[in-house]
DNA sequence: GCTTTGACACTAA
DNA sequence: CTTAGTGCCAAAG
């Protein structure tokens, strides 16, 4: 199982309503890598099968979304809004509050 | 197989 | 609050 596959697993068990960050995905990994699980996120996205929008900045931005695009970015807040994360000017609100801690 | 890139993180100023 | 600098490591070139 290679690196990219690992993120996504990873992603697939956020629960609903839960986010969680590039950071943590990273340690979960055992790598400090952060860079690089968005790396695998943006080549792969299966965005039937894996909820990558649910993967934020450690601070509570917001990231990207199928590159650096603002549009996509709009599109990332809808989704998340839509799984129950307020938002506002392109930061999480309450982040402790749904972000999913693996391990 | 070395160099560059990048959906990031952290600190300091 | 914003910039600027440094570190990180898998993938792409």
Redesign the pocket.
Known sequence: M????R?YELCRKIPRGKIS????I?KKLH???????????????D?KK?P??K?????G?I??????NPK?ISK?IRLLKNDGIKIKDN?ILNMKNVLYKFR
């Open positions: 290679n690196f990219s596959e993120v960050t590039y950071r943590e990273a790598t400090k890598s952060y860079r690089a699980v968005g790396q695998a996120l943006k080549h792969n996205q965005p894996i990558c929008f993967i934020v900045k450690a601070n931005e990231g990207g979304y199928s590159g650096i996509n990332k930061k």
